[in-house]
């Protein structure tokens, strides 16, 4: 099995700043895509960022220029630096992996237990 931890959410002021963390651990061979996705009430689910081997990185166009995603292969990790937030970009976010086992099983849809992101004054 794999499984996704993500660190790093919480309060901050319009303007400020929070870095999101996510470390897959368990049977992994290979990483295709680590991606970050968030989800605000009575919204669907929408895609922040992803970074894909051989393919780069990848934003929305509502964080483009603010939020920039970066992989540490050797640590399986993913982080999510949010610069400028603003109140809209509350949301509960997720990290998401599309990845090899060491059995050589794709497991495509790998998600992690989400941490709450509120910018508010």
């Known amino acids: 099995q794999v499984r996704l931890v993500e660190s790093g959410g919480g309060l901050v002021q319009p303007g400020g700043s929070l870095s999101l963390s996510c470390v897959a651990s368990?049977?992994?061979?290979?990483?295709?895509?680590m991606a970050w996705y968030r989800q605000a009430p009575g919204k669907q689910r929408e895609l922040v960022a992803d970074?894909?081997?051989?393919?780069?990185?990848k934003y929305a166009a509502s964080v483009k220029g603010r939020f920039t995603i970066s992989v540490d292969d050797a640590k399986n990790a993913a982080y999510l630096q949010m610069n400028s937030l603003k109140p809209e970009d509350t949301a509960v976010y997720y990290c998401?992996?599309?990845?090899?086992?060491?059995?050589?099983?794709?497991?495509?849809?790998?998600w992690g237990q989400g941490t709450q992101v509120t910018v508010s004054s």
């Open positions: 998401h992996v599309d990845l090899w086992t060491r059995d050589y099983i794709r497991a495509a849809d790998i």
């Open positions: 368990g049977s992994i061979g290979s990483i295709n895509t």
């Open positions: 970074y894909t081997v051989g393919d780069g990185k």
